[in-house]
């Protein structure tokens, strides 16, 4: 079992920028890849970004393409988001995500591990 703890969410303005955390506690972290996925409310959970399980990879929504930027630290079990020229649009509440090797990205289906989600709001 994976336990993924976010932090790092807030009420910002439009323009600011904003870094999240989410710690595994797991001492496999590094065999997963990891993503972000945010969601609105009355609205599906959509795909922001992922990084592979060596970090070397990465791949972004297109909304958020040259604004966000994720990496990962293996030797802390932590993956970061780090939001810049933040937009209302951006405001939803952020999971972070575990899948093992071998499956696709882009879907919530392909993640075994969720955590509880951290707000961010963006007021303009």
């Known amino acids: 079992q994976v336990q993924l703890v976010e932090s790092g969410g807030g009420l910002v303005q439009a323009g600011d920028s904003l870094r999240l955390s989410c710690a595994a506690s797991?001492?496999?972290?590094?065999?997963?890849?990891m993503a972000w996925f945010r969601q609105v409310p009355g609205k599906e959970r959509e795909f922001v970004a992922t990084?592979?399980?060596?970090?070397?990879?990465?791949y972004y929504a297109d909304s958020v393409k040259g604004r966000f930027t994720m990496s990962r630290d293996n030797a802390k079990n932590t993956v970061y988001l780090q939001m810049n020229s933040l937009k209302s649009e951006d405001t939803a509440v952020y999971y972070c995500a575990a899948r093992p090797r071998g499956r696709g990205f882009l879907e919530t289906r392909e993640y075994t591990y969720w955590g509880q989600g951290t707000q961010v709001t963006v007021s303009s």
């Open positions: 990084i592979s399980w060596s970090g070397g990879s990465t």
């Open positions: 797991t001492r496999s972290f590094s065999t997963y890849g």
